[in-house]
């Protein structure tokens, strides 16, 4: 089947359509592949949540962000968010996860911006704003991985030999695809060197012609401060920008510099040897 944005939407209609979500996936998702000591680590007990946002709807001034995995949830968080009769966790888990069911049975546009409630998301719509030096209305986000856990500590080895056979993850790199060679955004971002092996391991869906790679040194480090990849298809499809801070922070850069070498990427793939006392190597490099 063609793995695009429309399957991804009807996909994820159906599961939350049925009686019970997690039964339906474990029907249907191929998860006896998946290594019992991996699939343990993953909390099933939340709803699944592969993307956000309202991609059925007119985003063309938006921005994409894509994610590993939602994170673990936090009880303090859990019970603030949904609150229940005596504290119950159990009942507040239920909430959520009711909210969640809602979101993709047709949240609308507007109620995605009336009940977003965590500050990270509006801290990375401007971060992303800040780089692109343009009004950025809403972000979106796509996980490679639905299931929340506590953290990603899946090995790219761990992850050949089943990841990319579960329909899950083939229909977000679809639609990821799909929403890059159509323009449904107008910009797309991910974090972390992750998604670098993600585009180039699954490269029979996104099928990108080269990448461009930009290290950025501060003064007097040993150690890149920041590293940015370009994937480009030549077709004029939206390219994507993969960017890792020093130390692994899951933030978009800030940096003067970091920020100078996106955009003149996106303008004329040419950018300086040198910024405010900042030195940058550039690679490229074909893919296929």
């Known amino acids: 089947m063609e793995y695009n944005l429309d399957s991804l939407i009807r996909y994820w209609r159906t599961v939350f359509e049925s009686e019970n979500p997690i039964r339906f996936l474990h029907q249907n998702e191929r998860w006896s592949e998946v290594p019992k000591n991996i699939f343990n680590r993953f909390d099933l007990t939340y709803y699944p949540e592969p993307f956000y946002g309202y991609l059925d709807r007119d985003c063309s001034e938006d921005a994409l962000l894509l994610l590993i995995n939602p994170g673990e949830v936090p009880d303090s968080d859990l019970v603030s968010r949904y609150p229940s009769p005596g504290g119950d966790k159990e009942a507040s888990k239920a909430l959520w996860n009711a909210d969640v069911r809602q979101r993709y049975l047709g949240w609308t546009p507007e109620q995605f911006r009336a009940k977003e409630p965590i500050g ?135 940096d003067p510099t970091a920020i100078m070498a996106i955009r003149s990427l996106y303008r004329n793939g040419e950018i300086p040897p040198e910024h405010n006392g900042s030195t940058i190597r550039a690679n490229r490099r074909k893919l296929g």
């Open 120 to 254: 990270w998301r509006e801290t990375r719509r401007k971060q992303a704003q800040t780089i692109v030096g343009e009004r950025v209305p809403f972000l979106h986000t796509i996980e490679f991985f639905p299931f929340h856990s506590k953290n990603w500590t899946v090995h790219l080895n761990e992850q050949r030999s089943w990841i990319y056979n579960l329909e899950s993850t083939r229909h977000s790199l679809g639609a990821i695809r799909h929403m890059a060679k159509t323009k449904k955004v107008k910009f797309i971002f991910g974090i972390g060197n992750t998604w670098k092996h993600i585009i180039e391991a699954g490269n029979d869906i996104f099928e990108f012609d080269d990448v461009a790679e930009i290290e950025i040194w501060r003064p007097g480090k040993t150690k890149p401060s920041f590293e940015i990849a370009m994937y480009r298809k030549n077709d004029g499809s939206l390219p994507i920008v993969i960017t890792r801070l020093g130390g692994n922070h899951m933030y978009l850069p800030t």
